[in-house]
C-alpha cells in the first residue's frame, strides 16, 4: 500500500469514528470518502466498532448501517433508498451470501442504468476489492462492460470533478495526451495507476489503435508499468507492419497505403526515441534498425540514460560504426562537450585514455569535471594527488564524485585534514563530501566525526550522523572499533541521544571499555 493509500484509510477511518461519535455529515461536519482506500478504511472502522464503556456506537446512518458487525443489519441497509454505492460495492463481496445476493443485484442495476458514471467512480474501488475471496463478481462484471461496445464505449462526457490533494491539478490532455471522451479515456486518466494499467490492457486487448497512437501514448506516460504496455504494443504493430526489413506490409489500396504505413512508422519510432521514460527512448533506439534508420544510432550516444546509450552503441556497431570513436570526438571538441559526452565515452574507453579524462578535470564546467570523475572511476583509475584536492571543488556534483571515489582509499587519506573539512565553517556540500569519506574510513576517525556533527547547526548533517552512528550497533557482530580505546568511550558517552542506556552497555562490554558511571536512556 503506498503512502497516499495508507493516509486515504486514515482519512476513512476518521470519517467513520466521528460518524459513530455522532457527528454529523456536512459544512463543518464529517466529509464521506470519496477514494477506494478510503472506503475500505471506513468500512473495517465501522464493522470493528464496540462499545466503549457507557459510549455506544451511534448507528443513525445509513453508511454505518451498511458496515455494521452484524449481518442481518446489513442486509437490511441494503434496502434502503439510495445506498452509497462504494459500499455497496463492498458487500458485494461481503461474507454473508444474503448479504453478497442483495449487494449484487442493487450494483448490477445502477451498472445497468448508468453504466458510465457506475463505472468511472468503481472502478478503482473494484480492483482493490477483486483481491478478497468473494472480490471476483463486481470485477468480472465490470470488465465485461468495459470490453462491450455500446453504450459503455461510445463518447461521453462528464464535468471535471474538483482537484483535490491526491488528483493531478494539469488537465487530463496535458499529463496523458488525450482529452478523455469516454469511459475507457477516463479511466486511463484516473491518477489511480491499478486503474490506469488495467484501462490500459482492456483498450490494447481491443486492437483499436494504430502504431502511430500507440507510440504517442508510450512516449507521454509515466508510469513505467503502464508506459511498457504502451511500448510493447507500438513495438508489435511496428513488427507486424512489416518494418524489420524496412518495408511497409501489405497494402490494400496500392500506393497511397504503403506511404501512410511508412509515415505511421516513422512517426512512431520517432515519438518512442523522444519518450518520458528511458525504457521507451531505448525501444525507440532498437526500433530504429528495423525502420532502416540505424544510422541515426549516433545521435544517441550522448543520451541522460545509460540504458539508451548501451542500445545505441550496440546499434550503431550492428551496422559496423565506431562508437567510441565518435564519443571520443565529442569529448575533444569543446564545442560539443558535455557531461552525458563524457559519461558515454568512459562506458566504452580503456585504462589509455585516462589522461584524456584526466584533462577534463580543468573544465569549467562543473557537470562535465564531475562526469569526468566518475568515468575516471569507471575505468578504476585512482589518483589520490589528483582526487584529494575535488573535495575542495565549488561545485557540489565534482566534490560528491570525488567522495565516492575515495571511499575505498579513505584509510590513505590524513584523518585531521578530512576532519577539518567537516568544520562548520566549509560550504555544506564540502562537508558532506569530507564526512562521506571518513565513514568510509571507520574507525575512531570516523565515530569521532559523526559524534562531532550530532550536534551541528545543519539538521541535514544531524540526521544523517545519527544514521551513520545507529549502523555502529547490531546484535550479532562487535562494532567496527578499537577495543579498549579510551577515546571511543568518551565519544560513547556523547551518543545518549542515539542509543539506549542497554545498547551502550553492550558496546562497552564487546569493546572491552569499563562501564559508564551514568547513562540516561536514548530514543
Known amino acids: 500500500m503506498s503512502a497516499w493509500e495508507r493516509q486515504d484509510a486514515k482519512d476513512g477511518r476518521a470519517a467513520a469514528a466521528g460518524l459513530l461519535g455522532g457527528r454529523r455529515v456536512g459544512i463543518g461536519g464529517i466529509r464521506l470518502p470519496d477514494r477506494p482506500a478510503a472506503w475500505i478504511g471506513f468500512d473495517e472502522e465501522v464493522r470493528g466498532a464496540r462499545a466503549h464503556g457507557t459510549t455506544l456506537p451511534c448507528f443513525d446512518r445509513p453508511e454505518t448501517r451498511l458496515c455494521h458487525r452484524d449481518g442481518r443489519v446489513r442486509e437490511a ?30 450494483l448490477g442495476e445502477a451498472l445497468a442504468a448508468d453504466p458510465a458514471r457506475t463505472l468511472t467512480d468503481l472502478t478503482p474501488l473494484v480492483l482493490r476489492l477483486g483481491r478478497r475471496e468473494q472480490g471476483a463478481w463486481a470485477l468480472e462484471r465490470f470488465e465485461a462492460a468495459l470490453r462491450a461496445e455500446d453504450p459503455v464505449l461510445a463518447p461521453w462526457w462528464r464535468p471535471a470533478r474538483p482537484a483535490t490533494w491526491w488528483r493531478a491539478e494539469r488537465p487530463a490532455h496535458t499529463r496523458t495526451g488525450e482529452q478523455p471522451d469516454t469511459v475507457l479515456a477516463w479511466l486511463r486518466w484516473n491518477p489511480d495507476l491499478e486503474t490506469r494499467r488495467f484501462a490500459t490492457r482492456i483498450t490494447l486487448d481491443g486492437g483499436l489503435l494504430g502504431v502511430r497512437e500507440l507510440a504517442r501514448r508510450a512516449a507521454v506516460e509515466q508510469d513505467p508499468v503502464t508506459s511498457a504496455l504502451w511500448t510493447d504494443a507500438a513495438l508489435a504493430a511496428l513488427a507486424a507492419e512489416g518494418s524489420d526489413d524496412g518495408t511497409p506490409g501489405d497494402a490494400p489500396d496500392g500506393a497511397d497505403a504503403d506511404a501512410d504505413t511508412t509515415a505511421d512508422a516513422t512517426a512512431a519510432v520517432d515519438a518512442l526515441l523522444g519518450g518520458h521514460l528511458p525504457m521507451v527512448r531505448a525501444a525507440g533506439v532498437t526500433a530504429l534498425r528495423r525502420a532502416g534508420r540505424a544510422a541515426e544510432a549516433v545521435h544517441h550516444l550522448t543520451d541522460r540514460s545509460g540504458t539508451v546509450r548501451a542500445c545505441a552503441r550496440w546499434l550503431l556497431r550492428q551496422g559496423g560504426g565506431d562508437p567510441y570513436a565518435h564519443l571520443r570526438a565529442l569529448v575533444e571538441d569543446p564545442d560539443r562537450i558535455d557531461r552525458y559526452a563524457v559519461t558515454g565515452f568512459a562506458e566504452c574507453a580503456g585504462r589509455a585514455d585516462a589522461p584524456l579524462l584526466r584533462a577534463l578535470l580543468d573544465h569549467p564546467a562543473g557537470a562535465v569535471r564531475a562526469a569526468a570523475v566518475a568515468g575516471l572511476r569507471h575505468l578504476d583509475v585512482t589518483d589520490l594527488g589528483l582526487l584529494r584536492p575535488l573535495l575542495d571543488d565549488p561545485s557540489p556534483s565534482v566534490a560528491r564524485e570525488a567522495s565516492l571515489s575515495l571511499r575505498a582509499s579513505a584509510g590513505q587519506l590524513p584523518a585531521d585534514w578530512l576532519l577539518a573539512r567537516i568544520a562548520p565553517g566549509r560550504p555544506r556540500h564540502t562537508r558532506l563530501a569530507a564526512y562521506r569519506v571518513l565513514h568510509a574510513r571507520g574507525g575512531v576517525p570516523g565515530l569521532r566525526a559523526s559524534v562531532e556533527l550530532l550536534t551541528d547547526g545543519d539538521a541535514g548533517l544531524r540526521v544523517l550522523a545519527g544514521q551513520r552512528l545507529g549502523s555502529l550497533w547490531s546484535p550479532y557482530r562487535p562494532p567496527a572499533l578499537p577495543i579498549g580505546d579510551p577515546e571511543v568511550g568518551a565519544l560513547l558517552d556523547r551518543c545518549t541521544g542515539v542509543f539506549g542506556e542497554y545498547v551502550l552497555r553492550q558496546m562497552r562490554e564487546r569493546l572491552g571499555l569499563p562501564r559508564a558511571g551514568t547513562t540516561t536512556e536514548g530514543y
Do not use: F
Request: charged share 35%; net charge positive.
Open 77 to 106: 441497509a441494503l434496502d434502503e433508498p439510495d445506498p452509497a454505492l462504494p459500499l455497496v460495492a463492498i458487500r458485494c463481496a461481503d461474507w454473508v451470501p444474503a448479504v453478497r445476493k442483495r449487494a449484487r443485484r442493487i
